[in-house]
């Protein structure tokens, strides 16, 4: 029998990830791990009988709840492979003492990037363009474009200052954008050491593009909603590549169809896949992803292997790359330790 057990639910498991090298176990077996992972069911209940024994918790495709969490007698760790955490009630694990770690810097320039091309597109009416052209309207193609601004000169708001926001104004300074950041928890300094003005939620709604970046906390549930898409111009433009929840999105929806704002950019929604009837489906003046804008070539070797070096670390009882509930760490019988150092592999 192996030393330690890893717990995951069925269909996220080492076996099934769809990449040249298997890179969770590449981190285990570096760090000489005597292991086995475990499936467990995607309900609550089947699930706990699986992994209430468990040494580590790989945390994927489905709900990390308080009853799961409360029944690990065990547990060194939950493990997320993306950047958000709020499939898994972080409270009760911080209760529990154990912690939870995340990716938070593995994916950054994919979604920068995402955010502008959402940006540009939207400013450039792309899916119109592309529309006219197709139906053979070329002539007509130059006539909605000659009622736009430059994009030089004018204002992008980001709400919250991490570090995506970061990297997307970074991005946004070569393209002449005055960038403005609004973020209580992000000291001043910091905004205006990246070139980035200081202002308040109001003054952020009021820019030509506001882009969504607040994490997915439940002080941050719907945290834009009616009132804060009333103070947008009719000509901006909204843009969310963070996370779906943090937007009352019936807000959205009657912001867009009532032309308090000229359009939208999203790569996330509330329920995800979304239902067909719902109406920004049908928004012409919507331009939509699928929760991709962390995608690439290095998407799942550089998250595989980062969860499988969070539970190496764990399992040998050392603190975590990246943790969200730090304040467990000074409480565990741990030890500081540098990452498991991971080969280069194909498209890594």
């Keep these: 029998m192996a030393k330690f057990k890893i717990a995951t639910p069925a269909g996220a498991s080492f076996t099934t990830a769809k990449v040249t090298y298997d890179y969770e176990k590449k981190a285990l077996d570096l760090a000489g791990i005597d292991y086995e992972i475990v499936e467990g069911p995607m309900t609550e209940d089947g699930f706990i009988e699986v ?12 709900p990390i709840t308080k009853k799961i969490i409360d029944s690990l007698t065990k547990c060194k760790t939950i493990t997320l492979g993306s950047v958000g955490v709020d499939s898994v009630d972080v409270a009760a694990a911080t209760a529990m003492g ?27 009416d792309v899916i119109g363009q592309d529309q006219l052209v197709r139906d053979g309207r070329w002539r007509e193609g130059r006539t909605p ?11 992008l708001g980001l709400v919250a200052f ?20 609004y973020d209580p928890f992000i000291e001043e300094l910091v ?17 030509d593009f506001v882009s969504m970046h607040a994490p997915a906390t439940p ?7 009616e009132q804060h898409f009333k103070m947008m111009k009719p000509t901006a433009f909204f843009l969310n590549v963070g996370r779906g929840a943090t937007v009352d999105e019936a807000a959205l929806i009657k912001a867009l169809s009532e032309n308090w704002i000229a359009g939208a950019g999203l790569d996330v929604l509330v329920q995800e896949p979304p239902r067909q009837d719902n109406p920004l489906l049908q928004m012409k003046n919507v331009i939509l992803s699928a929760h991709t804008a962390s995608a690439s070539a290095r998407f799942d070797p550089a998250r595989l292997g980062r969860v499988g070096q969070e539970l190496a670390l764990a399992l040998t009882n050392r603190w975590p790359m990246s943790c969200v509930n730090p304040t467990v760490l000074p ?12 080969e280069r592999g194909p498209n890594s």
């Design 51 to 62: 992994a209430k024994d468990c040494d580590a918790l790989y945390a994927k495709g489905m």
């Design 98 to 124: 154990i912690p939870v770690t995340n990716c938070p810097d593995t994916f950054i320039e994919e979604v920068a990037d995402h955010c502008l091309m959402l940006l540009l597109g939207c400013h450039r």
């Design 145 to 155: 474009l000659l009622k736009m601004p430059r994009l030089m000169g004018l204002t």
């Design 162 to 181: 991490g570090h995506v926001a970061r990297a997307v104004a970074k991005r946004a300074k070569p393209f002449g954008l005055i960038v403005k950041a």
């Design 191 to 207: 905004m205006i050491e990246h070139g980035v003005l200081p202002v308040s939620l109001e003054e952020v709604m009021a820019c």
């Design 219 to 225: 002080e941050a549930q719907a945290m834009l909603k």
């Design 331 to 342: 409480k565990l019988d741990r030890r500081r330790w540098q990452p498991i150092s991971m």
